[in-house]
């Protein structure tokens, strides 16, 4: 008989930890690989596979981005093969802004821009800055520009036009 998987696609639970199940009927019972972006997984500290009767898992309890991809499981005995796929994407974790370097105190003249700028050492997706000038909260308009530059670098320029 052919292997034949039954169900629907793999199922995915948290980010951190993943497990993967399928059922593989077949005789003579088959041999059974993963993969993810055809690479052949291999067993690890975080990473195992398992099978009970006829219920196949893969285990990953320590998920990178690297685990992104195709996860696709092969079945194959004398008789023939058979193959599923499912779509894994794994997010980077989730860090919390963290300052590259203190901002000084300075002193300009009057009717003088002021430039300052300060760096993430992390940045992340969707990360803002909010500049406060004592304890008020400064906003984009006339006679004040902040932007965001490259890699995490934000600045805000007071008294331009």
């Given at each position: 008989?052919v292997?034949?998987?039954?169900g629907?696609?793999?199922?995915m639970?948290s980010?951190?930890?993943?497990?993967?199940?399928v059922?593989i009927?077949g005789?003579?019972?088959?041999t059974?690989?993963?993969s993810?972006?055809?690479?052949l997984?291999?067993?690890?500290?975080?990473?195992?596979?398992?099978h009970?009767?006829?219920?196949?898992?893969?285990?990953?309890?320590e998920?990178?981005t690297t685990h992104?991809?195709t996860?696709?499981v092969?079945?194959?005995?004398?008789?023939?093969?058979?193959?599923r796929?499912?779509?894994?994407k794994?997010?980077?974790a989730l860090v919390?802004?963290?300052?590259?370097s203190?901002?000084a105190?300075?002193?300009?003249?009057?009717?003088?821009?002021l430039?300052?700028?300060?760096?993430?050492?992390?940045?992340?997706?969707g990360?803002?800055?909010k500049?406060?000038?004592?304890?008020?909260?400064?906003?984009?308009?006339?006679?004040?520009?902040?932007?965001?530059r490259?890699?995490?670098?934000?600045?805000?320029?007071?008294g331009s036009?």
């Amino acid at each position: 008989m052919v292997p034949m998987f039954t169900g629907n696609n793999p199922t995915m639970f948290s980010p951190a930890q993943i497990q993967i199940q399928v059922k593989i009927t077949g005789f003579p019972e088959p041999t059974v690989k993963w993969s993810i972006n055809d690479k052949l997984i291999e067993e690890s500290s975080t990473v195992m596979t398992s099978h009970i009767e006829h219920e196949y898992t893969l285990k990953i309890t320590e998920t990178t981005t690297t685990h992104t991809g195709t996860v696709k499981v092969t079945a194959e005995n004398t008789v023939g093969s058979d193959s599923r796929t499912a779509e894994l994407k794994v997010e980077p974790a989730l860090v919390a802004p963290n300052f590259k370097s203190q901002m000084a105190d300075t002193v300009v003249k009057v009717d003088e821009a002021l430039n300052m700028e300060v760096a993430l050492e992390t940045p992340q997706p969707g990360t803002s800055v909010k500049w406060y000038n004592n304890g008020k909260e400064l906003q984009q308009g006339p006679g004040v520009q902040v932007t965001w530059r490259f890699k995490g670098l934000f600045t805000v320029i007071l008294g331009s036009s």
